[in-house]
């Protein structure tokens, strides 16, 4: 028998979300700091949202706390280029499993 690699509590979190796929896992430590994801303004020639105008919109969770990660840029497959962003930073607070949504759904896992 083949076992998912998914906690029964991340599994519920992702229907919960109306989720049905995982776009990338990030895996860290309770006190590592690792790179989440980054968000772009809503307009593709527009500089990069403020930390405070893209932690407003973060998901409450339970195992990791947000931090900023300063400028970075991406490549926009909406924009069709590189595009400044936000860079949004996460550090293990508790060890567990959860999913949420970003721009693209993350599974997150804290040991």
Do not use: W
């Amino acid at each position: 028998m083949k076992t998912i690699g998914m906690s029964l509590a991340g599994f519920a979190a992702l229907l919960a979300t109306g989720c049905t796929s995982v776009d990338k896992t990030v895996q860290l430590g309770v006190g590592e700091t690792k790179h989440l994801t980054a968000y772009r303004a809503d307009n593709c020639g527009a500089p990069a949202p403020s930390y405070a105008n893209v932690s407003a919109r973060l998901p409450k969770a339970k195992t990791i706390r947000y931090s900023d990660g300063g400028l970075r840029s991406r490549n926009s497959k909406q924009c069709g280029r590189q595009v400044p962003t936000r860079a949004i930073n996460a550090t293990g607070v508790a060890a567990g499993d959860e999913t949420h949504r970003y721009q693209d759904t993350i599974r997150i896992v804290v040991k």
